[in-house]
Structure formats: C-alpha cells, structure tokens
C-alpha cells in the first residue's frame, strides 16, 4: 500500500441519472499512484515533475496522463487532510512528456499577465510542500497522482 495513496471523495454527488450515492450508502473511493513532486518555474509558467518508485504506480500514473493530456491542470494541498492551497492553471496550455519515471507536466502561457499568476501559483505549491503538505494533481477534473516534495 505503500506505492498507492487512498483518498476518499465526498459522497452525496449526484451520478449520471440524478440519484445520489448517499441514498446506498456506497462509498467513493479513489486509489492513486503515489508520487514525489517538484515544482518549478519556466519560461512562461511551470512545470510539475511527478516521480514514482514502483514500476506499476508509474505506469498507471504515465497512463492517466497520456489519456487526460490537454485538460485543465488542478493542484491541492492538504495538511492534516484540510485543503490549504488549491490552484487551476487554466490561464495556460498544459502538456504532459512522460520520463523514465513518471511524468512532466508543462503549463505555459504566451501572455505575460498569465505567466506571472502561474509561476504565482508555482511559488505557492513549493511553500506548501516545504510546510509539509501533500499534494493531488488533475488533469481534466481527474485526480492521477498524489504525494509530496
């Protein structure tokens, strides 16, 4: 379990047809790659670096991003499982390059305004890591890996 992180999705949430998983008591579990991060500055936004250890977590890590590249990119921090930070980097264009051992997700923009909040956002995600927080990446509203610095 050590190469997987379990996060539990608030239930309630309305499904396909309107009916709420509340009402079956079902709960919403979402197992993910366990990754650690860096989080680093570019030319014209960041770049998020997500490494595994386990050859199984990144495969499933580099498939869900191959699959879910181009969608928005979301980060939240939690400390103590409590949201401290969360940022959508939806004023750049994101690409995922897959690495030897996990993936590197690029979001840049061309206009100086959205480089700056997303470099911003970068500055705040490193703060966040150093204070001990864990992190969950989306891509597309599709949380594909979580960890830390």
Known sequence: MSTVMMDR??????NVFGATQAASGATNACILPRCTFKFE???????????CDDDVA????QNLCKMLQGGLCNCCCLWNGQVVFQCNL???????ELTENGCCI????????????LQSCCDALCACCEA????????????????TC
Not at 90 to 96: L, S
């Open 132 to 147: 001990g927080c864990s992190c969950c990446i989306s891509l597309g509203g599709t949380p594909v890996c979580c960890g």
């Open 9 to 14: 999705l608030p239930t309630g949430n309305a």
């Open 41 to 51: 500055k570019c030319d014209g936004g960041i770049k998020i670096h997500c490494c």
């Open 58 to 61: 990144c495969g499933a890590m």
């Open 90 to 96: 939806c004023c750049g264009h994101t690409k995922c």
């Open 106 to 117: 690029t979001c840049c923009s061309g206009d100086a305004a959205c480089c700056k909040m």
